[in-house]
């Protein structure tokens, strides 16, 4: 069975880092269909490598919650519905909104200046027209931002709620989107904290996450007002 649309296999024979990658990509982008089946031995021929390693990246994105690994019936790419998208936004507003707050009382020296490297790499992919690149270091701005809260147990927790979020957002868009304005979106944020106010901080967090689909204002009507 073939899983993927074009990328050619190298020759060398890829560790599990790039397996994951690029699993992890064809999902993002809906080319491996929410059921469609991934076997070991397929997947350990496509990628010219051990079943081992496929297993290791099958684990990775089992983690992400990305594939469901389900005993004796395999593994299979899992759902993206939007029931979930909105619960895990729902989970954002509380974790990275508490976290907020507790950033605020003594942000790093460097959260600043890394949170606008970060902005410029999603303008630059923004400029490449590379959205999952561009979701990528978005992932990277919101987790580097909950860092400095110091709350490490909840950090996987968001990252797979951003990963779901980033998903469902990409295979729902019925058309091209102005990346750049998606990149920029994420200035009021660095705004706020850079002047230190954590109302400003908290609120610009808050709408930030209200209004990244068009469902927003039905699930977070007090934010949207």
């Not at 909105?86 to 707050?101: P, T, V």
């Not at 490297?117 to 979701?135: N, P, S, W």
């Not at 968001?158 to 304005?181: G, Q, T």
């Amino acid at each position: 069975m073939a899983y993927f649309s074009s990328r050619p296999t190298s020759t060398k024979p890829p560790k599990a880092g790039a397996a994951f990658n690029a699993l992890k990509r064809d999902i993002m982008l809906g080319t491996l269909a929410p059921g469609t089946g991934l076997t070991e031995l397929e997947l350990a021929a496509h990628f010219q490598c051990s079943q081992g390693t496929v297993r290791e990246a099958l684990l990775q994105l089992q983690e992400e919650g990305l594939v469901r690994r389900q005993g004796h019936r395999g593994t299979q790419v899992s759902e993206c519905t939007e029931d979930e998208a909105i619960e895990m936004f729902r989970l954002r507003q509380q974790i990275e909104g508490s976290g907020m707050a507790r950033v605020m009382r003594a942000p790093s020296r460097t959260l600043v200046k890394e949170l606008n490297g970060l902005l410029e790499k999603m303008l630059v992919a923004a400029g490449a027209g590379d959205e999952l690149e561009l979701a990528s270091f978005d992932r990277d701005f919101h987790r580097r931002i909950f860092e400095d809260a110091n709350l490490p147990a909840l950090d996987p927790i968001l990252h797979r709620c951003l990963v779901h979020n980033h998903r469902f957002k990409i295979s729902r868009s019925p058309m091209a989107r102005d990346l750049e304005a998606t990149a920029l979106r994420h200035r009021s944020i660095i705004d706020a904290i850079e002047g230190g106010d954590v109302r400003r901080a908290t609120a610009a967090m808050h709408h930030h996450i209200a209004t990244i689909v068009d469902f927003g204002p039905e699930v977070f009507p007090e934010v949207i007002q």
